[in-house]
């Protein structure tokens, strides 16, 4: 079936750093989803992404739609305590969406 | 305030029961989701449905059933025939239909134990 290879696994850095994380996939989608899940809790959506090429900001969250439709990249920087989660890549066309494995973000204080 | 409830967070159950896991919207959207997540796993899609009466199997449906009675409503049933039950289940909504509304909105979660 239709696979997403998201990397690294886990990162454990500095607070302050830039982190940068990133999705593969060998088929085309229509979307690109980021979401941050904290312990215990449901995933919630940081950047949506419907455009070959689109870039994405959110505060200090950047996200692209890879130019040939099958990859993605989440860009944090300036990484505070709080930013600590597993981050998830998820695509799809209609309907069905699918999800990577999840990058586990660890930042020291 | 709108968004996606589910109850209740924690459950136990005994082996061979069946439970049902509760997930409400008020989002008006029409499309909503199950989701089974393990230890370190990403999401897993159990079933799905686009509208109401209406509804698919995902990639892990056996041994779960669901109903799709109301457009706010999509409650999920763990049967005796589920293998292994104990998981972290995840209910979302989208607002279904084209490509820019694929976007999915999460509840809370339910945390399913079978003793």
């Known amino acids: 079936g239709q696979q997403l290879n998201q990397s690294p696994q886990s990162m454990f850095i500095q607070e302050g750093e830039d982190v940068s994380m990133n999705c593969t996939s060998s088929s085309i989608f229509n979307t690109w989803l980021w979401y941050k899940q904290d312990p215990g809790e449901g995933p919630v959506l940081l950047i949506a992404?419907?455009?070959?090429?689109e870039l994405t900001s959110n505060g200090r969250l950047t996200a692209q739609f890879g130019i040939t439709r099958k990859d993605s990249f989440l860009n944090i920087s300036a990484s505070i305590p709080s930013d600590v989660g597993i981050y998830f890549c998820?695509?799809?066309?209609?309907?069905?969406?699918?999800f990577g494995q999840g990058t586990t973000l660890q930042v020291k204080p | 305030d709108g968004g996606i409830t589910q109850s209740p967070k924690y459950l136990f159950r005994k082996e061979g029961q069946n439970v049902t896991l509760s997930c409400e919207q008020n989002?008006?959207?029409?499309?909503m989701y199950w989701y089974r997540q393990d230890p370190g796993q990403g999401l897993r899609l159990i079933y799905y449905?686009?509208?109401?009466?209406?509804?698919q199997k995902g990639d892990i449906a056996e041994g779960y059933s669901v109903s799709r009675e109301k457009k706010e409503s999509f409650p999920l049933t763990v049967t005796s025939a589920q293998k292994n039950p104990t998981a972290f289940y995840l209910c979302a909504s989208s607002i279904g239909g084209g490509r820019a509304t694929n976007t999915q909105y999460f509840g809370p979660g339910t945390r399913l134990t079978v003793l």
């Open positions: 992404l419907y455009k070959a090429g």
């Open positions: 989002l008006n959207h029409d499309a």
């Open positions: 449905s686009q509208i109401v009466n209406d509804f």
């Open positions: 998820c695509s799809g066309n209609t309907g069905k969406l699918i």
